[in-house]
Structures are given as C-alpha cells and as structure tokens.
C-alpha cells in the first residue's frame, strides 16, 4: 500500500455504468454495513480511540463518519429523484469528525444507524427505473453527478473506510 489514506486506491468510475456494474455496486453498498461491524468487531476502546494512520481519524471517528456521509448521500439520492438537478449542500467532513458525538458516542450506535440506513437505502436504489440513474444532483464543488456514478461512489466509499480499519488491523498485529 502506497498511501495509507487510499487503501484500494481513489474511486474510478468506468467510462460506461452498465446495469451489470450498478448491481455489482448495489452488492458492496448492501454488505458494508456487516463489513464495517466485522472490522471493528473485539476491538477494545483504546484501539477504537487509534488513528488509522499519522494524521489521521481514530477508527471511533471513521465508524462515525461512514453513516455520517452516507445519510448526506440517501438524502441526495432522495433529492436528485424528486426534484430537477437540485443542488445540495456540502458539508464540512472534518469537523463533522471532530464534533462530540463522533469522540464520545459508543460504535455501536453507528453501527446500528448504518445498517437501518442501508436497508432503506437499498430498497430505494432497487426500486429505480433504468432513466433515473441517470438523473443527477449539483454539488457546489465539483459540478452535476449521476446518480449512477454516485452510487459507485459510496460503494468504494464504505470499502475505503473499512479498508482503513482492517489495514491497521493488520499492522498492528489486532
């Protein structure tokens, strides 16, 4: 690993998002949850309170910050489908991740918070028609995206997280 901030490197969208490749998308989006609880699983709170490299979130805060982006991104979701091309507020990641409740809450709350959000989520995703993949919401910074492309997006997103936790795990003998 070459850079521990992307242990399965950045997100890259293929050039074409086939049904094939959203399914397969829409497999990872539904097990994250089970693979986030399993990578912190016997964890005691110090190692829960270790960063996941110099520099960076303790797993405490990267278990809290899954749910937190992936409630920002139902809601975009549930916005790109039911308005025209809306744009949606970003939010500050970073100090989201310095906020309290992602220091002092115990995991498992977010556990619990992100497997009832990927129920509901997925239920959502597998109701869509073939056209609103493609419908789409503007982000401030980086410009409109599909919702196709989005979903790809947070598929790598939780794999990213929990990549975090299971490489630290490894390094340090957890």
């Not at 901030?5 to 497999?27: D, S």
């Not at 790109?80 to 970003?90: D, G, Q, S, Y």
């Amino acid at each position: 690993m070459s850079d521990p901030r992307y242990p399965i490197g950045r997100f890259q969208a293929p050039p074409v998002i086939t049904p094939e490749v959203r399914e397969g998308w829409l497999q990872v989006l539904a097990q994250t949850p089970a693979h986030l609880r399993a990578a912190v699983e016997g964890l005691s709170e110090a190692q829960l309170d270790t960063p996941y490299r110099e520099g960076g979130w303790t797993v405490r805060q990267v278990v809290h910050h899954v749910p937190d982006s992936h409630l920002n991104s139902y809601v975009r979701f549930k916005l790109a489908l039911t308005e025209e091309a809306p744009t949606i507020k970003p939010y500050d990641e970073q100090a989201w991740a310095r906020l309290g409740d992602s220091r002092d809450t115990p995991v498992e709350v977010s556990l619990r918070l992100l497997e009832a959000l990927h129920q509901r989520w997925v239920v959502l995703l597998r109701g869509l028609k073939e056209e609103d993949w493609q419908r789409s919401f503007v982000h401030p910074e980086s410009g409109p995206t599909t919702l196709a492309r989005t979903l790809g997006l947070y598929a790598w997103h939780g794999s990213h997280h929990v990549a975090h936790i299971t490489e630290l795990r490894k390094r340090m003998g957890w």
